[in-house]
C-alpha cells in the first residue's frame, strides 16, 4: 500500500486532460481537476477497479455519479483520506 505522502504527490501531480495510459479513462479539461475516475483511483491505489466499485457502494470511499450512464467520480481529497484511515 502507498504511503499517504507519496500518494498525495501523485494525486496532487495526476495528468488532467490525458491518460496515465491506455487503459484508463481521460479526466477531461472540462471536468473538475479534483475528481477522478473509478480507472484513476484504481491505478493510484493499486487495486481492481472492482475494488473500487465495491468500497463505493459498501460506503468506504464517498461517490459522485454524473449523467445519464451514471458513471462514478471520486475526490482527491477523499482518497487521501481513505489512505489515512489505513
Same mark, same amino acid.
Given at each position: 500500500m502507498l504511503s499517504v505522502d507519496k500518494a498525495q504527490e501523485i494525486i496532487n501531480? %495526476?495528468?488532467v486532460g490525458r491518460a496515465i495510459d491506455e487503459s484508463s479513462r481521460l479526466i477531461t479539461p472540462h471536468q473538475s481537476p479534483d475528481m477522478l475516475t473509478i480507472g484513476a483511483v484504481? !491505478? *493510484?491505489l493499486s487495486v481492481h477497479e472492482n475494488t473500487v466499485r465495491n468500497w463505493s !457502494?459498501?460506503?468506504k470511499l464517498p461517490t %459522485?455519479?454524473?449523467g445519464k450512464r451514471r458513471d462514478r467520480r471520486f475526490r482527491r481529497q477523499d482518497i487521501l483520506n481513505l *489512505?489515512?484511515?489505513g
Amino acid at each position: 500500500m502507498l504511503s499517504v505522502d507519496k500518494a498525495q504527490e501523485i494525486i496532487n501531480n %495526476f495528468p488532467v486532460g490525458r491518460a496515465i495510459d491506455e487503459s484508463s479513462r481521460l479526466i477531461t479539461p472540462h471536468q473538475s481537476p479534483d475528481m477522478l475516475t473509478i480507472g484513476a483511483v484504481a !491505478k *493510484l491505489l493499486s487495486v481492481h477497479e472492482n475494488t473500487v466499485r465495491n468500497w463505493s !457502494k459498501n460506503g468506504k470511499l464517498p461517490t %459522485f455519479r454524473l449523467g445519464k450512464r451514471r458513471d462514478r467520480r471520486f475526490r482527491r481529497q477523499d482518497i487521501l483520506n481513505l *489512505l489515512e484511515a489505513g
